[in-house]
């Protein structure tokens, strides 16, 4: 059971994205690997480096700014066991998607986290071609 990386939320508006993710590549020094559009509920996201960039309208972004942090992890069903002995919540999932298998976790704090099984994933291309 093992954490493989820790991707920080960053939310910011549709017109802002494309300066945004040049911003942070000059600053991690590496370019945006991982991009994805999510039409059905009007966002796009971007990796660069250990920030994931959610752009889009503010009323398409509310749902998704209770989550602060997105963990990828090597096993969704050993986390999963793991939290729920340990008082977390599952608020949603797991369920196969488009980055893997995740599910969102409130953990005993309320501190909402998405936990993402990496494997065959565009996180894993992302990740193997470092």
Known sequence: MKIVQTITRLYVESEQLEATIAF???FFGEPCGVRERYAEVGIEAAQVGSFLLLAGPEQALEPFK???ANLLVDSIDEWKDFLLKHGATIIEGPKQ???GM???V???DGAQIK???FGGSVYQEHT???
């Open 115 to 117: 936990y993402v099984q």
């Open 66 to 68: 209770r989550t602060q």
């Open 102 to 104: 995740e599910m969102r």
């Open 106 to 108: 409130q953990h005993p």
């Open 24 to 26: 942070y590549e000059a």
């Open 97 to 99: 998607a488009p980055t």
């Open 128 to 130: 193997n071609s470092k």
